[in-house]
Every structure is written in structure tokens, then in C-alpha cells.
């Protein structure tokens, strides 16, 4: 288990760097819901 968290350090800093959205979401969620709430998260 530390070795994915750290994996996901890595990539969340890796697209900060980037200037890239990281979006972690777990696998037993409906893509579309993870899409919908990233979506309206950035609608001012």
C-alpha cells in the first residue's frame, strides 16, 4: 500500500509541475460522476 501512495505522490506532483490536472478517483466509481464533479468543481 505505500508504495502505490507514494506512486501517487509522484504523479500528483508530476502534473503539478506539468501544469496538468491530476483526478484520483477509485476504481468502483462511475467515470461519468468523477467527470460531472471535476467539471462543475472549475465553473466559477
Given at each position: 500500500m505505500f508504495r502505490l501512495?507514494?506512486?501517487c505522490?509522484?504523479?500528483?506532483?508530476?502534473?503539478r509541475k506539468h501544469g496538468a490536472?491530476?483526478?484520483r478517483m477509485r476504481t468502483d466509481e462511475d467515470l461519468d460522476s468523477v467527470i460531472r464533479r471535476f467539471v462543475a468543481r472549475g465553473i466559477d
Open positions: 501512495t507514494g506512486l505522490e509522484e504523479l500528483r506532483a508530476f502534473s490536472t491530476y483526478v
